[in-house]
């Protein structure tokens, strides 16, 4: 049972999207957008939210143009709600269902949350209302459900799945909702307490009752109860809707007294875990997976360690205020290995929406990011929002030295670890207040790129334009790599505005990480980047940064920065590896051109002395041969290694624009190219080695060619000699066919004969039925004896234990199974599986009415309320004909088993009299068959025309 529920892309309500899009982008940045267009308004999201999204960039004012079109932000948007409990996160209404899900852990074994269950639940109550009018009934399930999630607030805990207990919950929901339908149906005075007077002008009565349903709400969720109220009310007037009240009042409060009832019955699965039920509960940590590495959070870790051993080998850990240290879970298998062995480890993956990462909901109940993403929000803040870099000049240094700082107490940690979104945000409006002197700045906006995109000079005069070379002179130097980088990432045919946000806050990013170590240090904590790639980074370490600032250092003392000793001839990694592999380019491109020289000056000397030395003509074209061999292989030689200058060239630029490459990977590139210049000398000598190859193998292929010629000529004589059999075999199949084809002549003759006589024979019969209609219309004579309820219930009793014994199925199967054998065609096996169908329905219609009357006569001992019995189960004249038409086909007679009347399926025996069907060849008892055919004048099985014996004695 896959029980993943997402009811946001069907469900989404306009003020819940707007919470969303709120927290998403910064309330700064939606200053222009009227937010009463969503909140407040009654309605749900479509198209997973383009068209909403569409509508806010349409009425921002250009303040959105760095999230991209309206479908990506809504791609956006919809990553990042999509995560357990977010109701409680975004601070939606209660009556807002939100997601759950399954997860895995290593071993392969399912789990799922505690929450996730009750959001499992709720969706499965919720699909009941799902194709009525009532939908509005959905708010007051998910309240009532939000309601039940107040136990387990303050912690996130795990139980396994299990499919038994969704199938067990879905049966108990169906049988409560079908005695629900029985008693609004059959029972309506149960309804009459749920009536309320419709003189009622508010809906005061109203919400007091539905508070009674739904206790221990809190202040929201009772706000969130009114509201509901209110818009039933307004839909369903209880003047109009009396009745629609009552019941759905009525269904709700089963349903929730049904819920209760199942939940109390599973502690372990709805409470949280107690010393007495932890024993038998799963402990579970999360392993969570980001930039290819795998950790977990050290609470979770060691609250699991705490569980499974003894008191006294616990570990005391208390993370600090605000973040959650986390631990390599290489180095928890190393420290910890033989205390978690029997504990459960999900993966995780940590989910970014672009511009922001998914919150994650910790043990404690709480969301946090990891502290790098929780940077990268700091750092948007202040280049999209508060536009700092573009405000400050070079005297206000000091002051973003200041803030710097602060950030720097944030995040100061040597290991990764996750913030809270509670202090995240505090920090963000720590920011918003620090930088409010600034507020009345003027700025310039970033500009449009144009239809085709922009190029590098766009993005450096763009720099320029918006003035944040002032502040950091050296960001045109990082537009060249940051620009091809850009171009690597983009999602469009031409690079867009977007895409131009993107790489000015690029540039912004490299600058802030040459001028600040902290930056860099969390960077490297937070394993996004190593120290080699972050040294590459600092200004002082590249001499062409250095020149670049020298000057406005010496302009502007305050800006000075203390710089480290370094060499005059050193530069920076990128630069010597790239000038290397371009001073070896140079000597090869030198040697190529140095050997064509000298073949060049071999070539005219061979002209010269070709007029001198007539007589050494033919030793001349034999050099002159060896000459042009060797050019062409040159030329070879030339040519790869062309392209290998062009490819060391490629590698050269894409190194330049993989800022973020490892030194281990620029390493194994550097291998790469040693290894390409081998290959390049290999070849020649594999080209020799291949010529010599090619000759033997040649004189190999000429021997097995020879081979293969002899096999052909055995083949063929094998494959005349087979089609000499065949041509025999086939010979005897006509003769066979010619054979069949005489005996079907005779027996479609005889079947010719055999209709003729069955007309003739109905003729009589039809003459016979009249004279004794004219003589006894009354028909037989009815026995005082069966009028007697005894002797009812008895016959009922028979025919019941006739049915229940089930040979009447198994011969119907046995007819089925020999019709579809016989016959072919796709359109009799539909026909006769559906004929089974239809004769297993008529036989239980048929019990069901023989069972009233049995209860009928136990009650009352009278046959007159007896409820008159429908015909015996039988096949179709359909299925009959088509039957009896494929058995006369293939000429083949019934075999059914006389050992037992056809009727009430007794033993036959020997002494008693029977009764021969001649189309079906079943034999029956005679008394059966008279009480048979008084009544239908056909065979039960084959509805072939049949007359009593007794009645009708033959005229032979």
């Known amino acids: 049972m896959n029980i993943k529920v997402d009811y946001f892309s069907n469900y989404l309500t306009r003020t819940m999207f707007y919470n969303v899009v709120s927290s998403y982008i910064p309330k700064q940045l939606l200053e222009d957008f009227d937010k009463k267009k969503f909140v407040g308004k009654i309605g749900y999201i479509l198209n997973d939210g383009a068209d909403a999204v569409q509508e806010i960039l349409d009425n921002s004012n250009n303040q959105l143009r760095m999230y991209g079109s309206a479908a990506e932000l809504a791609l956006y ?46 969706s499965e109550v919720c699909f009941v209302w799902k194709d009525t009018d009532l939908k509005v009934a959905c708010g007051f399930t998910s309240i009532f459900f939000k309601t039940c999630d107040a136990q387990l607030d303050g912690c996130y805990e795990f139980v396994k799945y299990n499919p ?28 009459e307490k749920y009536y309320l007077p419709s003189s009622k002008s508010d809906n005061s009565e109203i919400i007091s009752i539905w508070e009674s349903l739904i206790p221990n709400c809190n202040k929201k969720q009772k706000e969130d109860l009114r509201v509901t109220v209110s818009l039933l009310y307004k839909m369903f007037p209880i003047r109009t809707h009396p009745s629609l009240h009552a019941e759905l009042t009525y269904i709700c409060s089963t349903l929730f007294e049904m819920i209760r009832e199942f939940m109390t019955a599973r502690p372990e699965m709805f409470l949280p875990y107690t010393p007495t039920n932890i024993k038998n509960a799963p402990i579970v940590i999360r392993v969570f997976q980001a930039e290819s590495h795998e950790f977990v959070m050290k609470c979770e870790l060691f609250e699991a360690i705490r569980r499974k051993n003894p008191p006294g080998e616990n570990i005391d850990f208390v993370d600090e205020n605000g973040r959650y240290a986390v631990m390599e879970l290489a180095d928890v298998y190393k420290e910890y290995g033989d205390q978690i062995s029997n504990i459960n480890l999900i993966p995780t993956p940590v989910r970014r929406a672009e511009f922001k990462a998914v919150p994650i909901i910790t043990s404690k109940g709480d969301y946090c990011i990891l502290a790098i993403d929780a940077f990268s929000e700091i750092f948007n803040q202040l280049f999209f929002v508060e536009k700092v870099f573009q405000k400050i000049k070079n005297d206000d240094w000091n002051y973003l030295c200041d803030y710097m700082r602060k950030v720097e107490q944030f995040f100061k940690s040597d290991e990764r670890f996750f913030v809270t979104i509670e202090s995240l945000n505090k920090l963000k409006e720590e920011t918003t207040e620090f930088w409010k002197k600034y507020e009345k700045v003027p700025v310039k906006y970033v500009r449009n790129a144009k239809k085709d995109g922009f190029t590098v000079e766009n993005l450096k005069n763009e720099l320029k334009n918006l003035g944040l070379n002032r502040i950091f002179p050296e960001i045109e130097l990082h537009a060249d790599r940051v620009y091809l980088s850009t171009i690597i990432n983009k999602k469009d ?81 990128d630069c010597v590896h790239t000038n290397k592999l371009y001073d070896q380019v140079k000597k090869e491109l030198k040697s190529t051109q140095h050997t064509l020289r000298t073949a060049e000056k071999k070539a005219k000397k061979t002209d010269e002395l070709e007029k001198k030395l007539a007589s050494c003509q033919r030793k001349i074209e034999g050099f002159e041969n060896k000459l042009d061999k060797e050019r ?23 190194m330049k624009e993989q800022v973020s490459m490892s030194s281990a990977q620029l390493e194994a590139k550097k291998l790469e190219v040693s290894q390409k210049n ?7 000598k594999i080209l020799t080695d291949t010529r010599k190859k090619l000759t033997s193998k040649t004189s190999k292929l000429g021997d097995e060619v020879k081979r293969k010629e002899n096999q052909l000529e055995s083949v063929r004589r094998e494959v005349s000699n087979l089609q000499k059999k065949i041509d025999e075999k086939d010979e005897k199949e006509k003769t066979e066919i010619s054979e069949k084809d005489e005996i079907i002549k005779r027996l479609e003759e005889t079947n010719t004969r055999l209709t003729i006589r069955v007309e003739e ?49 198994k011969q119907a199967k046995h007819m089925i199974q020999k019709l579809i054998s016989l016959s072919n065609r796709a359109d009799i096996h539909e026909m006769a599986n559906y004929e089974y169908q239809q004769f297993e329905g008529k036989i239980r219609n048929y019990l069901l009415s023989v069972e009233v009357n049995i209860q009928k006569l136990k009650k009352n001992r009278e046959c007159s309320e007896l409820i008159p019995l429908s015909d015996l189960p039988a096949f179709s004249d359909r299925f009959m004909t088509e039957y009896w038409k494929e058995i006369h086909k293939k000429s083949e007679a019934i075999e059914e088993s006389d050992v037992e009347c056809g009727i009430c399926f007794f033993e036959m025996k020997s002494e008693e009299e029977k009764l021969d069907c001649a189309q079906c060849k079943k034999v029956l008892h005679l008394k059966c068959a008279t009480k048979w055919l008084a009544v239908h004048r056909s065979c039960p099985y084959c509805r072939a025309k049949l007359l009593d014996p007794i009645e009708f004695p033959s005229l032979n």
């Open 77 to 122: 948007l919809r990553l990042y709600r999509n995560f357990p409990m977010s109701y409680k996160f975004f601070g939606n209404h209660s009556f807002e269902p939100y997601r759950s899900e399954v997860w895995k852990s290593i071993k392969s074994e399912e789990f799922i949350s505690k929450h996730d269950l009750r959001v499992w639940m709720e």
């Open 164 to 191: 038994e207990f969704y199938s067990q919950f879905c049966q108990k929901l169906d049988q409560t909702m079908k005695d629900i339908s029985i008693t609004i149906k059959s029972e309506r005075s149960k309804l």
């Open 493 to 573: 045919k031409f690079l867009r505005t977007c895409d131009l946000f993107f790489a000015i806050s690029l540039c912004l990013l490299r600058c802030v990480h040459g001028h600040f170590d902290s930056t860099r240090a969390l960077f490297v904590a937070q394993k996004v980047m190593d120290k080699e790639r972050t040294s590459q980074l600092d200004y002082r370490n590249c001499p062409e940064l250095r020149d670049k600032l020298k000057d406005v250092y010496n302009i502007n003392p305050k800006k000075v920065v203390k710089e480290e000793s370094v060499d005059e001839k050193s530069s920076c990694e």
């Open 632 to 654: 062409d292989e040159k030329k070879t030689v030339q040519e790869s290694l062309e392209k290998q200058i062009e490819e060391i060239n490629e590698e050269m630029r894409l």
């Open 678 to 684: 081998e290959e390049i000398n290999k070849a020649n």
């Open 761 to 809: 024979q109905d003729r009589i019969v039809k003459s016979l039925l009249e004279k004794i209609s004219d003589s006894n219309p009354s028909g037989i004579p009815e026995d005082k004896r069966h009028c007697e309820p005894r002797y009812q219930l008895s016959e009922l009793w028979k025919i019941r234990d006739q049915y229940n014994s089930g040979e009447p199925l």
